[in-house]
């Protein structure tokens, strides 16, 4: 039951309310990996908790998925018929205040983190806050930190400033795993021009989001629209600087997104994206429901002009050479898919 | 062993390494009540265990110090012959991201929390910054929290905007406990004439500090020279509203001030207000090494040109009217040294 037949298919970020539907979902959809975030508010404890029921979910489900930790890890999943987990944060709360959690938890199999998620962190601003001060005193720390041990900086919810700082200061390549173009949705949570390009010139990733809030027409956001977005984004970042990110959150009940909006850092209802008569999740575009359905993007890409290799390289190949890059202390490098440890 | 024969002394801000000896000097030194930090980056398991500490102390020596919650136990203490002990938080870290936090620690008899030490912290920017954001959206939910239960936004170690931003969003008086003004000593600890008028304008409190670092001269600093700059801040504030909060550092290893410093937040040394050749605690000044001093300040005062009412107001009276005001949920005022519940 292996994946000989299609190029690697990686989606950077979702969010699903986890269960055996949902993995078999990534096995009918040929998907050889996922980047799941396992926080948005928890704290190192809390986080040890859901790595424990993540512990389960292997022990459980070991035909369906395991737990990815390096590069290597996609081509194990391919040639052995599963997919392999990822693990990431949205907010840099797990590892509260302590640079020593940075290793901890990427020994525990974090690969990325957000420096912040839509308010202000210890770390960097995020994009709801009014003003941006930009990466802070113990942000450059944990950038250095987090770039040594090989935790990927992800700056999707943070605000600009901080964001083209993160850029700058960090030594490795960094990553926007859940975002589109705000020159296609000005959206708060999309990026600008001066942000794409200078995540493209330095290397880093941007993943194209599903979630509606940050589509051209929501929920009635076209494939084409999505896919001509793409193509016009890879020639501003470059081809090899772009991926998928879904921002899957399938399953989930309302209140799962008022956690996310509100954690525990107000007594009163923040909307984020959403407002107060449309507060839930919003319903996905028709030609993305679930893990089963990237075969559309796929064929979208193709009629908006990517051949195939252009297509591999946006469906996974692209986060592949990333991933084997990121998540060493050595620097890594993909070969025509095939995974390398560099010297 | 009543205290009837001076005017109420009350320290705002110490944080020695407690022991008897201490208590002991406490009421040698006729001090009926001491805001001390019970944290600089303990998480709230962290400070309660710090709590628990100082549990056993009130159930050791209750013939020396007990809790003080309200303007009411100042009197208490004054009665009995004892001080009064008055918890505070020199970083919002004992609330972590949790806004609920706010009453648990109140409960638990925290009457001051600063909304951040040096660096950025989830509710405002430190001094040491290089850039100054003002207070955060959590910030805003927190202030107007403290407001309702009743504990003193305190930005001793904020930075210039925040510290602004924290006087006019507060719906009650704020304190700043321990610094001085920068007319006199520019360090950066010490604050600008414009947050000292908006200070005193809004009804809040300044602490003079007796930190060398704080200290025109540093551990040089005369006792006149001292005296001088509260007369002339009289002027700037208004004369109800300084008072001391002398920093007071007794006892403490050097170890102490690296952790103060540096917390968990970088793997490297930072030197905070000391620096490689100067890192550990300074030298105090000769006119004031432990609690049986104040009788130097009083003295040093009157040399100044204060009157009687005028010394007693620096000295304790204003801090007392301010507690009287700051600790509940309902209004309280002082009058006459007497503290009445307002209805």
Partial sequence: M????HS????????????????????????????????????????????????????????????????????????????AIFFGFQNPSPMEDDIGLVEVLHTLGARFMQLSYNNQSLLATGCYEADDSGITRMGRQVIREMNRVGMVIDMSHSAERSTLEAIEISERPIAITHANPAFWHPALRNKSDDVLRALGQSGGMLGFSVY?????????????????????????????????GTDLCQDQPDTVVEWMRVGRWTKEIDYGEGSRENAGFPEMPSWFGDNTDFANIETGLRAAGFDAEGVAAVMGNNWLRFYGQSFGTHTSSVTDGRVQAAQ
């Fill in 2 to 5: 292996s994946n000989p037949g």
């Fill in 8 to 83: 690697p298919r990686i989606d950077c970020l979702q969010y699903a309310n986890w269960s055996e539907k949902i993995f078999r979902q990534m096995r009918s959809g040929n998907v050889d990996a996922v980047h799941v975030t396992i926080a948005y508010h928890e704290n190192f404890r809390e986080t040890v908790h859901n790595i424990e029921r993540w512990n389960r979910w292997f022990e459980q489900l070991p035909e369906l998925i395991f737990q990815g930790r390096t590069a290597e890890d996609v081509q194990l999943a391919r040639e052995t018929g599963r997919t």
């Fill in 212 to 244: 509606p809030h940050h589509l051209k027409g929501s929920s009635d956001c076209s494939l084409q629209s999505f896919c001509d977005m793409i193509a016009r984004t890879a020639d501003l970042m470059g081809p090899d600087r772009i991926g998928i």
